[in-house]
């Protein structure tokens, strides 16, 4: 079976800064991807960032960026320039290629308050 | 194109009353999937269908819950009797093909009074 453990349950960080969440997971899969989710108080799940286990490049967008630790099954985000539209609970999730669909397995979450 | 719809968004329901959740997937997507998510916890997976099939219900607790989605129209997914254990934000992803990224609808809240 896959889990998902996010280790922080609440992060805190100033307007401007960068903060990183933790994750890992553990999967004795070999072909996999893992997602950064992003739930605002309106609760839609917004993708944040995608990574595919086969490429060892980290996974960039704008802001956002991942480090992606294969041995050590260990999936960081890492947000720079932290923005008040940031503030919302994160979760990590994970997924694999199977061919009787590819259900995602999230982790607790992580809820992040950015402040002024 | 619309994103996933789900509907209703708040769902209020009294103690052995049924609960129906309607999920409408974005246009050429016919793979469903379906997640809970209690209060202050993560999304867990239900169940994921394609059109007319049940493929994994493995998540979907054996009594009172069903899904379908059929030729036409939305997936339901159908709680029977619901308890307060059940008060929970259901939400609906769909997505092209198997091994796609999932687009997610904006969940209902479901209370049991």
């Known amino acids: 079976a896959q889990t998902v453990t996010q280790s922080q349950p609440e992060m805190s960080v100033q307007e401007a800064e960068t903060v990183t969440l933790s994750c890992t997971y553990d999967?004795?899969?070999?072909?996999?991807?893992l997602f950064w989710y992003k739930q605002p108080p309106s609760r839609q799940m917004i993708l944040v960032i995608r990574?595919?286990?086969?490429?060892?490049q980290n996974a960039t967008e704008n802001r956002f960026s991942v480090n992606f630790q294969k041995a050590a099954k260990s999936f960081s985000l890492k947000i720079s320039d932290s923005q008040l539209g940031d503030t919302a609970m994160y979760f990590c999730?994970?997924?694999?290629?199977?061919?009787?669909?590819?259900?995602?397995?999230f982790g607790g979450g992580t809820r992040l308050m950015v402040k002024p | 194109n619309a994103g996933v719809m789900q509907n209703p968004r708040h769902l209020v329901r009294r103690r052995g009353q049924e609960a129906r959740l309607r999920c409408s997937p974005m246009?050429?997507?016919?793979?469903v999937y379906w997640y809970r998510q209690l209060p202050e916890e993560g999304l867990k997976f239900m169940v994921y269908?394609?059109?007319?099939?049940?493929?994994?219900e493995s998540g979907m607790p054996k009594e009172r819950f069903s899904a379908e989605f059929p030729k036409e129209g939305p997936s339901i997914l159908r709680i029977q009797q619901v308890v307060r254990g059940d008060s929970a934000a259901y939400f609906c992803?769909?997505?092209?093909?198997?091994?796609?990224?999932?687009?997610f609808g904006p969940g209902t809240r479901l209370t049991v009074t």
């Open positions: 269908l394609q059109k007319e099939n049940i493929i994994d």
């Open positions: 999730a994970f997924t694999w290629n199977n061919n009787a669909g590819n259900m995602l397995t």
């Open positions: 992803a769909s997505s092209p093909r198997v091994g796609d990224e999932q687009y």
């Open positions: 990574q595919e286990a086969y490429k060892q």
């Open positions: 246009k050429g997507h016919s793979h």
């Open positions: 999967t004795s899969e070999s072909n996999y991807y």
